[in-house]
């Protein structure tokens, strides 16, 4: 059986960075708040008028943008795509350690 990406399964103290496990290793994620300061409006605008996709897209750069070093993005994007997109939710769900997502 595929070792399935594990990320924090209670609530995070505010401002707590986010973790995950890939092939039996746990990695950090920067707060999805510095990646999406570093975004523009009209990121934000693509992603809204581009639907789903563009949500994606903007969950994609708020990562990047985020500076996640580099062997916790190689490990996420050596993940199996429905493992890596469970992980990727679950960051942007986690948003500043509150829970406030990227959207909010």
Not at 17 to 31: E, V, W
Not at 63 to 83: F, G, N, S, T, V
Request: no cysteine; charged share 30%.
């Amino acid at each position: 059986m595929p070792d399935r990406p594990q990320t924090q399964d209670h609530k995070p103290k505010k401002g707590a960075p986010f973790k995950f496990t890939a092939a039996g290793k746990s990695y950090t994620l920067p707060l999805a708040s510095k990646g999406r300061a570093k975004l523009t409006g009209r990121d934000l605008r693509d992603a809204s008028v581009d639907g789903e996709i563009g949500q994606l897209g903007y969950l994609f750069k708020a990562l990047e943008a985020a500076e996640p070093k580099p062997e916790a993005l190689d490990a996420l994007y050596a993940m199996p795509q429905d493992d890596m997109m469970d992980v990727l939710q679950a960051w942007g769900e986690h948003g500043d350690g509150d829970g406030a997502s990227l959207g909010e």
